[in-house]
């Protein structure tokens, strides 16, 4: 598991952010969706981080409902995992 990790450490090395390059406009995209496709692949709950990065856009949480604004620190807790 660690060589697939390293290898794809290793892929993702071709893809940085080069300010002094000429055509480092056209390399923000590609760039940005290999980045996001390789958090998305490699990490635990990746494909919701690979969507915000995809998307730029922050993700709106709710809280589930009835859960009274009043309740015990446990059944706060066990809301927040439902979440």
Do not use: W
Request: glycine letters at 4%; aromatic letters at 8%; charged letters at 30%.
């Amino acid at each position: 598991m660690v060589r697939d990790s390293v290898r794809q450490e290793e892929k993702l090395k071709v893809y940085v952010y080069d300010c002094l390059a000429y055509n480092q406009a056209d390399q923000f995209v590609p760039n940005i969706k290999e980045i996001a496709d390789h958090v998305g692949h490699n990490y635990f709950n990746g494909a919701d981080t690979q969507d915000v990065i995809l998307h730029m856009d922050e993700p709106v949480l709710t809280l589930p409902d009835g859960l009274p604004t009043d309740a015990s620190a446990p059944t706060r807790r066990k809301g927040e995992e439902d979440l």
